[in-house]
């Protein structure tokens, strides 16, 4: 069966790669590295996954193939909304390529289901692309947190992927002028957990008022937080669960 998912902007969650090593300001307080802390044993999980220390878990560098993962998908008959590598990030530079090429093999084969990818590592996604044969069920998406990595949605634009999303979480900063040109939907998200830096109302509303002027689907995944459910998802009294217009018959 697939993983669900508690992320509100997906259903499930696929998992050929596993572990990470932290790439920009969005990563200090991943909630990934939390997860994979709470759950490792001893064994490869105790020494992959997390090393406690004051700052909290920490990436232990050590990226994992899970090759017995690779045709899952395929076994799941219900179509579904599937984010992949919620554990990671595909163009890490220690996935292989022709690793990558496995996985979007599979989603090719697996029509009945949405495939949901992000990455902070833009520069590789550009590189390799012209190396993946994309399909319409894949969406591919890159996360920027601050003005900072706003030159991540210029590389997005150069891919050939079918659907292209950004994830703007945690939002740490204004994200004023976006050029949503080429971009099918926008998530933005506040930061949780412990540690967790505030996101501004204002930051959230010039970007849903840029999506509007731009006709791009809206996303409003959280407040974020110490306590992320407490905070809840309400912008301006209302919930925004827009999906990208060419799938307006897929639900979440």
Not at 53 to 71: F, I, M, Q, S, Y
């Amino acid at each position: 069966m697939a993983t669900k998912s508690a992320i509100e902007w997906t259903q499930s969650t696929w998992n050929p790669v596993r572990g990470c090593t932290r790439v920009s300001e969005g990563c200090r307080y991943c909630y990934a590295e939390r997860i994979a802390a709470r759950f490792s044993k001893r064994g490869y999980a105790y020494e992959e996954l997390a090393k406690m220390t004051k700052a909290g878990p920490r990436w232990t560098n050590k990226v994992r193939l899970v090759e017995d993962l690779l045709d899952a998908p395929l076994k799941w008959k219900k179509p579904q909304l599937i984010f992949v590598n919620s554990m990671s990030d595909m163009f890490h530079e220690d996935v292989p390529l022709d690793f990558i090429q496995k996985i979007f093999f599979t989603m090719r084969k697996a029509k009945q289901h949405h495939f949901q990818i992000l990455t902070k590592r833009s520069k590789r996604l550009v590189k390799l692309n012209s190396k993946i044969q994309w399909s319409e069920n894949v969406w591919m998406g890159v996360s920027v947190e601050n003005e900072e990595y706003k030159f991540r949605i210029d590389d997005l634009r150069k891919t050939n992927a079918n659907v292209k999303f950004l994830s703007l979480e945690p939002l740490l900063g204004e994200l004023r002028n976006l050029d949503l040109s080429g971009i099918d939907w926008v998530i933005v998200g506040g930061e949780s957990g412990p540690g967790a830096r505030l996101m501004q109302e204002e930051w959230v509303l010039d970007i849903r008022d840029q999506c509007q002027q731009a006709s791009v689907p809206f996303f409003f995944k959280q407040w974020g937080g110490r306590n992320k459910k407490r905070e809840g998802r309400v912008l301006e009294n209302q919930t925004w669960d827009a999906l990208p217009y060419a799938y307006k018959g897929v639900s979440i």
